[in-house]
């Protein structure tokens, strides 16, 4: 059971810019494994997903870089930064002008994270914690997910889900580093992006990341 999770974090991470988006800093952490045991721990639970929240991932900073580079697409629009993890994309949004953005995930420290890395960037956001796969979208603008295709077959589900938005008028954007479960076709590509990363999170150091458009 998790008794403090905004302590939890800023015990266990540090304050610093995002290597893609240096005019955003994030608490995150420096090593998976060590935070990802703590994790473990501070829920009592073993086998827990990684803690998404506690990295900034290529597909999450390549649209970020991409929302801070194309404020026109976000500015006085209300916004759903979907499977937010650390709330990176969520504050570019606002940086760059959003009506509103709510960020959404389902990882128990995410709000925490996301309410942190919000003040540290000097930003609002509305955080909901619920499974929006168990529901249509909300009535938003524009959805904005990345690293939504790292496995299946929530990759699918997570589609799908958008497809549904898309149809309903709502606008989605789709960062992505090119992973094995993410369908490139029937995609507008928007823009590709070289992110630094770790061998800690991914298989490279630079990961090619690209933007979509779901037409």
Not at 34 to 55: D, H, K, N, S, Y
Not at 71 to 95: N, Q
Not at 191 to 205: G, I, K
Request: with cysteine.
């Amino acid at each position: 059971m998790i008794t403090d999770p905004r302590s939890f974090i800023l015990a266990n991470t540090r304050l610093q810019p995002v290597s893609h988006t240096p005019e955003i800093s994030l608490w995150l952490a420096d090593e998976v494994t060590p935070i990802w045991r703590l994790t473990e721990a501070e829920l009592g639970e073993m086998g827990v997903p990684p803690p998404f929240w506690a990295f900034a991932w290529a597909g999450g900073q390549a649209l970020a870089r991409w929302v801070l580079d194309h404020p026109d697409e976000v500015a006085g629009r209300r916004v759903l930064d979907f499977a937010t993890g650390s709330g990176l994309v969520a504050v570019a949004a606002m940086k760059a002008g959003a009506a509103s953005v709510l960020a959404a995930d389902i990882d128990p420290f995410a709000g925490a994270a996301v309410a942190l890395n919000c003040e540290a960037n000097k930003v609002e956001s509305i955080f909901t914690g619920a499974d929006l796969l168990e529901a249509p979208a909300p009535d938003v603008d524009l959805i904005l997910a990345g690293d939504v295709c790292y496995e299946q077959p929530m990759s699918g589900r997570v589609l799908a889900w958008l497809g549904e938005a898309r149809s309903r008028g709502i606008e989605v954007r789709i960062g992505d580093p090119h992973r094995t479960y993410f369908p490139r076709l029937g995609l507008e590509l928007l823009a590709e992006y070289t992110v630094p990363t770790t061998r800690e999170l991914e298989d490279q150091t630079v990961k090619r990341t690209s933007v979509w458009r779901l037409p």
